[in-house]
């Protein structure tokens, strides 16, 4: 487990793809439990460890996770990310080349349980929700373009969804339209950025997660 950023109120990770936030059916250790191991073990702490959820990635996606390590940050937390006050932005590599280079994308999601899987429409639908996120192509190789998103609502897999409506579905991503899966189950989708103001301090933070060691990733680094 890699460590972003640690203070007495929060604590960000770099997940890794694979893994899972919260527990859930499949029964694997989430991250979360992963978290508190550390924790205890570091600073020696007998009994529970408080750790407090405040958002999550899709199991192949990895990069920044921001958890809560006291009920105050938690409670704050929440209140920010319902708000939009945590800026997040992701990059995203597709093998298709958007149209614009860069641009707004506002659908309409309707999320289907049973499938889960979300489907985007131009205009509002029966049990919708708005989709916005702003995008821009940094850079392209041979074979794939290097794309920011930056979300302006945070919907049920709203990045993989949108980008596929562009026409531009996420490599390894065969959810929503890619040719093939990834070899190691991953999506190429990483959480790289969050900023917010401290929930206790009020301090600036803003925090990077690294580009996979995948030589795909690390060809985009060198361009």
């Known amino acids: 487990m890699t460590v972003l950023y640690e203070d007495n109120h929060i604590i960000v ?16 250790v989430p991250l979360s439990d992963i978290v508190k191991t550390w924790i205890k073990d570091k600073y020696g702490k007998e009994g529970n460890v408080f750790l407090g959820v405040v958002h999550r990635l899709d199991r192949p996606v990895q990069g ?15 209140d920010m990310f319902r708000k939009a006050d945590v800026h997040k932005t992701y990059w ?3 093998q298709n080349k958007p149209k614009e280079i860069e641009g707004t994308l506002t659908h309409w999601l309707v ?25 821009k192509m940094l850079a392209e190789s041979e074979r794939y373009y290097l794309i ?4 302006m609502t945070g919907r049920h897999h709203q990045i993989r969804c949108q980008l596929a409506k562009l026409g531009c579905p996420i490599k390894g991503d065969l959810k929503y339209g890619a040719k093939r899966s990834n070899p190691d ?3 190429s989708l990483l959480a790289r950025r969050v900023e917010f103001l401290h ?14 060691e995948e030589n795909l990733w690390q060809s985009f680094k060198r361009l």
């Open 13 to 28: 990770v770099n997940k890794k793809s694979g893994e899972i936030v919260q527990g859930d059916k499949t029964g694997d």
């Open 64 to 78: 920044v996770v921001v958890f809560a390590k006291t009920s105050k940050a938690l409670t704050r937390l929440n």
């Open 92 to 94: 995203a590599i597709t």
């Open 111 to 135: 999320r289907n349980e049973k499938q889960n899987k979300s489907y985007a429409y131009d205009t509002e639908k029966p049990n919708s929700k708005k989709a916005v996120l702003h995008y």
């Open 148 to 151: 920011e998103v930056n979300l």
């Open 185 to 187: 189950g991953s999506i």
């Open 199 to 212: 929930p206790v301090s009020k301090k600036q933070i803003e925090i990077v997660a690294p580009l996979p």
